[in-house]
């Protein structure tokens, strides 16, 4: 059974850093691509950060030279570093990943970026 567990989010003042990590089993995860998602209230869902089986990353416009998604494939773990936290990064935030041709989704950590 393929399971992606979340974990770090909180509350965080503005200007602040939080790091996310999910935890991947059921997977041959090194050569898996990992995706972080986030959803505001009243908003849709976006892709926030990819990082691809060799390393190469990509990042919605409203994040870059912020976050950082990084993975160790030993630990079986990809992260999201965030820095310089603003109001407007407050969601839940998703760790994903395609198993096959099947989506699958962690539960989701909530961020939290109020003063």
């Known amino acids: 059974q393929v399971q992606l567990v979340e974990s770090g989010g909180g509350l965080v003042q503005p200007g602040g850093s939080l790091r996310l990590s999910c935890v991947a089993s059921?997977?041959?995860?090194?050569?898996?691509?990992m995706e972080w998602y986030r959803q505001a209230p009243g908003k849709q869902r976006e892709l926030v950060a990819r990082?691809?089986?060799?390393?190469?990353?990509d990042y919605v416009e409203s994040v870059k030279g912020r976050f950082t998604i990084s993975r160790d494939n030993a630990k079986r773990t990809v992260y999201l570093q965030m820095s310089s936290l603003k109001v407007e990064d407050t969601a839940v935030y998703y760790c994903?990943?395609?198993?096959?041709?099947?989506?699958?989704w962690g539960q989701g950590t909530q961020v939290a970026v109020s003063s």
């Open positions: 059921g997977i041959i995860f090194s050569i898996y691509s």
């Open positions: 990082i691809s089986s060799s390393g190469s990353t």
């Open positions: 994903r990943t395609i198993y096959g041709r099947v989506p699958v």
